[in-house]
Each structure stands twice: as structure tokens, then as C-alpha cells.
């Protein structure tokens, strides 16, 4: 019984957390206007954007920990910078300072 609850985690938390991470996009590009309003709120933003690339690389990683084996790891030449570089691009078009201070 806890093979099959073993198997499944990865795919739960790489939905899950691919679910956060579009939610978080989407509520921060919805108050966009906000974040352009003070620095605190800017500064605000570049901390949600910093969840967001967290959420993102624990989408990606659990996605190839599914399709390629419990044994494979998260690299940082592929799958940690293409992380970063959506986050920072995502950030990006909130707030250019939101991309500099996550």
C-alpha cells in the first residue's frame, strides 16, 4: 500500500506546485498596477516571484523524477537556470525591479 502512495508524490506535488506557481503569476500580473505603486510593493512582488521560482523547479524536477527515475536530480544548466530565466521573464513584465529583487 505505501508503493502506490510512494509512486503518486511526485505527480500530486508537481501538479500541485505547478498549479501555485500559475496562480501566483496570474494574481500577480491581475494587481500589476499595485506593484508599480511603492517600493515596498515592488519589493513585495520579487518575494512572491521568488515562491514562484521555487513552485516552478518543484514542478519541473518531480515532472522528470516521474519520467525519468526516483535516482534523477535537478541540474543547474537546464532545469534550474530555465527556471530562473521564466521567472525572471515572468517577473519582468510585473515590474522590471520585480525581476532584480527576487
Same mark, same amino acid.
Given at each position: ?8 508524490? /511526485? ?6 506546485? =505547478? ?7 496570474? %494574481?500577480? @500580473?491581475f494587481?500589476?498596477?499595485? $506593484? &508599480?505603486?511603492?517600493?515596498? &510593493? %515592488?519589493?513585495? *512582488? =520579487?518575494?512572491? $516571484? ?12 518531480n515532472?522528470?523524477?516521474?519520467? $525519468? *527515475?526516483?535516482? $534523477?536530480? !535537478? @541540474?543547474l544548466? /537546464? ?8 521567472t525572471a521573464? !515572468?517577473?519582468?513584465?510585473?515590474? @522590471?525591479?520585480? !525581476? %532584480?529583487? @527576487?
Amino acid at each position: 500500500m505505501s508503493k502506490s502512495i510512494s509512486t503518486k508524490s /511526485p505527480l500530486i506535488s508537481a501538479v500541485i506546485s =505547478g498549479i501555485l506557481s500559475l496562480v501566483i503569476f496570474a %494574481t500577480l @500580473r491581475f494587481y500589476a498596477q499595485w $506593484f &508599480n505603486t511603492s517600493q515596498i &510593493n %515592488t519589493l513585495i *512582488g =520579487g518575494y512572491l $516571484f521568488s515562491w514562484m521560482f521555487i513552485l516552478s523547479l518543484t514542478c519541473v524536477s518531480n515532472a522528470e523524477t516521474l519520467v $525519468f *527515475g526516483a535516482d $534523477f536530480q !535537478a @541540474r543547474l544548466v /537546464p532545469e534550474i537556470l530555465l527556471c530562473l530565466a521564466m521567472t525572471a521573464s !515572468a517577473a519582468g513584465v510585473v515590474h @522590471r525591479v520585480c !525581476a %532584480t529583487t @527576487r
